[in-house]
T-cell receptor, first 109, second 118 residues
Framework: RKEVEQDPGPFNVPEGATVAFNCTYS??????FFWYRQDCRKEPKLLMS???SGNEDGRFTAQLNRASQYISLLIRDSKLSDSATYLC??????????FGPGTRLSVLP | NAGVTQTPKFRVLKTGQSMTLLCAQD?????MYWYRQDPGMGLRLIHY???????AKGEVPDGYNVSRLKKQNFLLGLESAAPSQTSVYFC?????????????????FGPGTRLTVL
């Protein structure tokens, strides 16, 4: 079983739609969780950290379920500019980070 | 504030040649990382460092060496390049991934180096 798993997609959604991504992780000792965004041929950039209580940043909402070991990202009112690959990231015993393979999102006009 | 920089941005090597990729950060971060990214594989950790003078192996360390002689620099070396090392290489830096068992800071990435080995 891979340490961090994501549905690779692609998710093709119309502008204005709501879309949700899930990510599962295998290391129950992990404490730090993040969603990154990566545009084509660019470096990953932090979208948001994921806290136990859940957190929201504008149109983006992240949730953490420790019991089931999954993380979710909800994007409301999708924009064309949201088209990118979304990477789930989890710490590995506090020493480094493990990345999921990414979920590709295409927002269509 | 430059953040994380990488040199070179592009490079083409022939099989068997050697090269060094340089990563520099100006955020006084303790931790630094080298990843490679291949289509459909996501980012895979090659080597990382938890402080000046330290290095550790990641998921895919074979064929690579690293050095962290100065806190702000992390070098990745390919002694004898192979076509399988054709990839995009990203460097990143961070504070501690966790502090006292709680989530700490995240990573900041450089713009990447596109390496082709013929």
């Amino acid at each position: 079983r891979k340490e961090v798993e994501q549905d690779p997609g692609p998710f093709n959604v119309p502008e204005g739609a709501t879309v949700a991504f899930n990510c599962t992780y295998s290391n129950s000792a992990s404490q730090s969780f993040f969603w990154y965004r990566q545009d084509c041929r660019k470096e990953p950039k932090l979208l948001m950290s994921v806290y136990s209580s859940g957190n929201e940043d504008g149109r983006f909402t992240a949730q953490l379920n420790r019991a089931s070991q999954y993380i979710s990202l909800l994007i409301r009112d999708s924009k064309l500019s949201d088209s990118a690959t979304y990477l789930c990231v989890v710490d590995n015993y506090g020493q480094n980070f493990v990345f999921g393979p990414g979920t590709r999102l295409s927002v269509l006009p | 504030n430059a953040g994380v920089t990488q040199t070179p941005k592009f490079r083409v090597l022939k099989t068997g040649q050697s090269m060094t990729l340089l990563c520099a950060q100006d955020m006084n971060h303790e931790y630094m990382y080298w990843y490679r990214q291949d289509p459909g594989m996501g980012l895979r950790l090659i080597h990382y460092s938890v402080g000046e003078g330290t290095t550790a192996k990641g998921e895919v360390p074979d064929g690579y060496n690293v050095s962290r002689l100065k806190k702000q620099n992390f070098l990745l070396g390919l002694e004898s390049a192979a076509p399988s090392q054709t990839s995009v290489y990203f460097c990143a830096s961070s504070l501690r991934p966790t502090i006292a068992g709680k989530s700490a800071d995240t990573q900041y990435f450089g713009p990447g180096t596109r390496l082709t080995v013929l």
